[in-house]
């Protein structure tokens, strides 16, 4: 069919930006869209497909000819829904793959008022970016973490319309290896499709999931996929923290597998149709029979033996995230608690169990569960959160027809100026 045909009409104002999720177990393309009449962005359509055999290991593209065919899928899946031409893509990076640095960036206000203005907070950013890096790196972000003004009013979050004559900023700049993007863009390009940002993934995931109360407050969000579990730690709405811990719900798999002496693909089944990870709050034990195949035998077990298996992995998950956490010093600033996302996040009893081992309030944060329009139905799944997140991201990292028109400092020029810097939640 001839995609122009396809394609709906766009109103002038309206955006679209598409979040494209290469994980290891699935490969997601959500397509979103805002215009300046309504406050909350829509969602078009949603493209999914699991990843075919070979699928990576290490989080890292390492079999392109098989991911450029699991992205033509998704996205091809999200066009038809969408009814939009897809021809730029946000994606994400995990935080294992960046490489982050500290600066401080430093400007003297010339305007005769001293009255900090954005342009200052920009030209200041800018300055912060000026950091001696490897040639095969490129900046992604830089995540402003204080303002400082005059050497003495310290911890300023948003210094618009404050008085000073010195603007100094902390900073961290969030870099990621050139041949990373490379091969991102290698999967991308036989499916006519370019990179329109390259986002740290926690980053794209706390857009999904967070809300701004929560994130003011500290919170940290786990995301918690096939092979990995990424964490970010949001306190005062800035990113504050973010980790890869090589642990995720293949290692679920893989332990009913080998404890129930069965297959791969029916320990995988087991997991999802059966599985609880929290005996306390597993009521009523049943006995399950699963009936066998050609090639599988049948099984027979108690749930609640299921579930200890289940349960003994995903502490040891939740443990590794609590050191790390640890680690960051973050710990005691989490107001907000702990927001539990991911696909592996499906399993019955995460809360409880993660209430538990967190020792603090825990969530599982849903893409749905935030303000959208649209297909809000098509997204209430946990391994949606980083698709959703990045086409947020890209939302609001985007120009609009009108801004570039009317002349004003428009989101392009920004992104010039700041090598695509996000300005996260802060409206400065
Ligand atoms: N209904 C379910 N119950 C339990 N687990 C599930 C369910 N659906 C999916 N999962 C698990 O979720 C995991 C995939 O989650 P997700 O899609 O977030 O990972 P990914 O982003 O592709 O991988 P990664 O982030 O590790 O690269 C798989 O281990 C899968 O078995
Ligand atoms: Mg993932």
Redesign the pocket.
């Given at each position: 069919m001839d995609n122009r045909q396809k394609t709906r009409d766009l109103k002038k104002s309206e955006e679209i930006s598409v979040g494209l999720?290469i994980?290891?177990?699935?490969v997601c393309a959500v397509v979103l869209s805002q215009s300046s009449e309504s406050k909350v962005p829509t969602i078009l359509g949603v493209g999914i497909t699991e990843r075919r055999r070979g699928k990576?290991r290490h989080?890292r593209i390492d079999n392109i000819e098989n991911t450029i065919e699991d992205i033509k899928e998704a996205i091809k899946n999200a066009v038809n829904q969408s009814n939009v031409d897809i021809s730029s893509v946000n994606v994400g990076l995990m935080n294992k793959f960046v490489k982050f640095n500290e600066s401080r960036g430093l400007v003297s206000i010339s305007s005769q008022d001293k009255i900090i203005t954005r342009s200052d907070v920009y030209r200041v950013l800018d300055d912060a970016k000026k950091i001696d890096l490897p040639s095969d790196y490129t900046i992604i972000h830089i995540l402003p973490q204080e303002y400082i003004i005059n050497n003495n009013v310290k911890d300023i979050i948003n210094p618009v319309g404050m008085s000073g004559s010195k603007l100094e900023v902390e900073a961290k700049i969030v870099s990621a290896l050139n041949i990373d993007i490379k091969n991102i863009g290698l999967c991308l390009e036989p499916n006519g499709l370019s990179i329109e940002n390259i986002v740290l993934q926690p980053l794209g995931t706390g857009l999904a999931v967070l809300d701004e109360d929560e994130m003011e407050l500290g919170v940290a969000v786990i995301?918690v996929?096939?092979?990995?579990t990424?964490i970010g730690v949001f306190i005062d709405g800035l990113l504050k923290f973010a980790s890869t811990i090589q642990v995720?719900?293949?290692y679920?798999?893989e332990d009913i597998r080998v404890l129930m002496n069965t297959v791969f693909s029916q320990a995988?089944e087991i997991?999802?149709e059966f599985?609880h990870c929290y005996l306390p709050s597993l009521h009523q034990d049943r006995q399950i029979m699963v009936s066998g195949t050609k090639t599988r035998k049948p099984l027979s077990f108690m749930r609640s033996q299921l579930c200890r298996i289940i349960q003994a992995r995903m502490e040891e998950i939740f443990s590794f995230a609590v050191e790390e956490l640890k680690s960051s010093k973050l710990m005691n600033k989490l107001g907000a608690g702990i927001v539990l996302t991911?696909?592996?996040m499906?399993?019955e009893g995460v809360e409880d169990l993660g209430t538990e081992v967190f020792g603090m309030p825990v969530r599982v944060g849903l893409p749905s569960d935030l303000n959208y329009g649209g297909l809000t139905q098509e997204v209430n799944k946990?391994?949606f959160s980083?698709a959703v997140g990045l086409a947020l991201y890209g939302l609001k990292n985007s120009t609009t027809v009108e801004q570039s028109k009317n002349g004003m400092t428009s989101n392009k020029e920004k992104q010039n100026l700041f090598n695509k810097v996000i300005e996260f939640f802060k409206k400065i």
């Open positions: 999720d994980g290891t177990w699935k990576a989080g995301d996929g096939e092979l990995h990424e995720g719900g293949r679920v798999t995988e997991k999802k599985g991911g696909g592996t499906m399993i946990p391994y980083t």
